[in-house]
């Protein structure tokens, strides 16, 4: 069974960075994608940015670009997203997930596997 456990969320002010963690078990996710997303209080869940394992290419929403990286540990089976400049708006829950398959998928209901999720909130 596929676990992932996202961690390092907390409470930073605008310009601070974060580094969030997504600890991966209970598969072999050397052909996996792995997905950053978030979701604000009243909307919907956003994508935030997406990497393939086995090959290390990416894809990142606008929002984000420049500020925001995604990297893995194969050792360790993690996924990170650091996370510079930090603004109010990006505050959010941060979830991780996991799926199968080839592409880079942005949609939320392409994933197969979720973490719990970690808060994100930024002051201004």
């Known amino acids: 069974q596929v676990q992932l456990v996202e961690s390092g969320g907390g409470l930073v002010q605008a310009g601070d960075s974060l580094r969030l963690s997504c600890a991966a078990s209970g598969h072999t996710f050397s052909s996996a994608t792995m997905g950053w997303f978030r979701q604000a209080p009243g909307k919907e869940r956003e994508f935030v940015v997406v990497i393939k394992w086995s090959t290390g290419s990416t894809y990142y929403a606008d929002s984000v670009k420049g500020r925001f990286t995604i990297s893995r540990d194969n050792a360790k089976n993690t996924v990170y997203l650091q996370m510079n400049s930090l603004k109010p708006e990006d505050t959010a829950v941060y979830y991780c997930?996991?799926?199968?398959?080839?592409?880079?998928?942005?949609?939320?209901?392409?994933?197969?596997?979720w973490g719990q999720g970690t808060q994100v909130t930024v002051s201004s």
């Open positions: 997930a996991a799926r199968a398959g080839i592409g880079l998928p942005t949609n939320p209901e392409d994933y197969e596997h």
